[in-house]
């Protein structure tokens, strides 16, 4: 029954919340304003938005306009450097979940000496403790996807070392303030919002199933789950559903405050692993390719078959009574958004590769892998993704 629950971020929710940045009190003078490499932000009219917000409040800012999908060191080195080198004193986050992850660490990195790398674990990470403050964070996102406006966490790819691992940690990089206006999400294409919508389903039934659970982490979970069930695949058929878009981007939130009070499990470790070698692979698509597999995979060992059972029903299915059914229901929702037939050979993964993947996994991401309902060797892991290719 014991928890921890800590999350200092303010956040405003709902359509049309964008348009009251400028009354809140701002973290600083001047902000570096981080968005992807992408053209959207441009052309939905969602940077002009928010550099108005913000000068009506007073704050002066530069432009970081570098970020990919799964966010690069060096890029977060560079935009660290560049937020040092122009005296900003907060950053801003417009995006998703790449920019927001990015722009934290970038908070996290701007003031430090040395390598980004010196500050983070995984294999190859020196783990010291941060020598000076982070900078603030405002989080605006623009997809339903990540949860990150409401945690303190970013996930940076290094290339050279093929590890995608979680950066941050520290409470300071909890975002002080967070928009999601889901009215920013609007232009986000189908494919993408299916993605999207499924990495916030992950986070949540990962979590649900988890070793570390509470009533605050069911109560969270079982909420994203169920809007994700009944409105994902409207949000997928019609971007303009606003109903649809503001219950998939709360569920969205309500998963960033899954990973607060509970934990991801190997799930996600398995997929930044896939996409560190592949940097292409969109997170969300990785993350459904494998997924059939990884739930069967404890369904079979008996863990905990009542939650499985109790997350079908969340996703849909009312009269539920065998584990398998959330894999059903699962399979069915990614039908429904046109997702159920992703391939990683597709994306450059070779079957040859299962293994790598799985130490990599471990090494990088270990820490999930302890929160798994029941512990998994590396050659279950394996075999998920053997089982999952295509």
Not at 104 to 130: C, E, I, N, R
Not at 139 to 153: L, N, P, R
Request: proline share 4%; with cysteine.
């Amino acid at each position: 029954m014991a928890y921890q629950f800590y999350d200092p971020t303010r956040v405003l929710f709902g359509a049309g919340q964008l348009n009251h940045l400028h009354e809140q009190i701002m973290p600083g003078k001047k902000a570096m304003v981080v968005i992807s490499n992408g053209k959207s932000t441009r052309a939905n009219g969602a940077l002009d938005r928010t550099l108005e917000q913000l000068h009506m409040a007073g704050v002066e800012t530069v432009l970081f306009d570098k970020v990919g999908a799964n966010p690069l060191k060096a890029v977060v080195e560079e935009g660290g450097r560049f937020a040092k080198d122009n005296g900003c004193d907060f950053v801003v986050a417009l995006g998703g979940g790449s920019v927001m992850d990015a722009a934290k660490v970038m908070a996290m990195y701007a003031l430090q000496p040395g390598d980004l790398w010196d500050y983070v674990a995984g294999s190859t990470g020196k783990m010291q403790p941060l020598v000076n403050p982070t900078l603030p964070v405002i989080a605006i996102t623009t997809t339903a996807g990540t949860g990150s406006e409401v945690d303190q966490w970013g996930v940076v790819t290094n290339p050279e070392t093929n590890e995608k691992i979680g950066c941050g940690g520290q409470d300071s990089l909890f975002p002080v303030l967070a928009v999601v206006d889901p009215e920013l999400m609007r232009t986000v294409p189908p494919k993408f919002t299916a993605y999207q919508g499924f990495d916030a389903l992950f986070h949540s039934t990962e979590g649900y199933i988890s070793a570390v659970t509470s009533p605050m982490a069911d109560m969270v979970q079982l909420a994203a789950i169920e809007n994700i069930g009944k409105y994902l695949a409207r949000a997928v058929r019609d971007g303009n559903d606003m109903e649809a878009r503001e219950h998939v981007a709360f569920a969205n939130t309500m998963s960033g405050y899954s990973m607060v009070v509970g934990a991801c499990t190997s799930e996600h470790a398995m997929e930044h692993a896939m996409s560190a070698y592949h940097q292409e692979l969109p997170h969300g698509a990785g993350l459904i390719m494998i997924s059939k597999e990884y739930y069967t995979h404890f369904i079979n060992k008996h863990c905990c078959d009542e939650r499985f059972v109790r997350m079908a029903q969340a996703l849909g299915k009312a009269d539920a009574k065998d584990p398998m059914d959330f894999v059903d229901a699962l399979v069915e929702l990614q039908q429904a958004c046109g997702v159920a037939d992703l391939k990683m050979s597709d994306y450059g993964i070779r079957k040859d590769e299962c293994m790598t993947l799985a130490k990599n996994a471990r090494a990088t991401m270990g820490g999930l892998f302890g929160a798994d309902p029941v512990p998994m060797t590396d050659e279950e892991c394996a075999a998920i993704y053997e089982r999952s290719y295509r």
